[in-house]
């Protein structure tokens, strides 16, 4: 009734319906798209007070030397850039693991012309720059 058939490798047998995706992530996550290098973006939030609009950004790690606000063409741009840090070395100078984010990062929020410049007010305060 039954037979004993020997195991054949065919074509079906080694097919994985998941492969383009485990592809586009192993080159994503490879090429620091997701390190922080290749997506430098930071976390916003925006609220409406009624007569003011309020600007939370979360910008752990800067100095607030590092950190600068600008009004251009209707867009106000944030932007933070954070040199190299020499920590974290050996003595051969070669780094052991490097995990903390070092360059610039920028974002726009187009705002039109109903905001001027004498009107934006800021303050950083433990990581979260408040405009």
């Known amino acids: 009734m039954f037979e004993m058939r020997p195991y054949r490798r065919n074509s079906m047998s080694t097919w994985n319906p998941f492969s383009e995706m485990e592809e586009m992530e192993r ?20 609220t409406d007070e009624g007569d003011y609009y309020e600007l939370k950004a979360d910008l752990p790690g800067f100095k607030k030397d590092d950190i600068s606000v600008s009004l251009n063409n209707g867009y106000l741009t944030v932007s933070a850039h954070k040199d190299e840090d020499s920590g974290d070395k050996d003595e051969s100078s070669k780094w052991l693991r490097r995990e903390r984010y070092v360059g610039t990062c920028s974002r726009s929020f187009y705002v039109g012309d109903q905001v001027k410049e004498n009107d934006i007010h800021a303050n950083y305060q433990n990581g979260t720059l408040c405009i």
């Open 27 to 46: 080159r994503l996550f490879n090429n620091d798209f997701f390190s922080g290098r290749g997506l430098a973006e930071f976390k916003t939030d925006i």
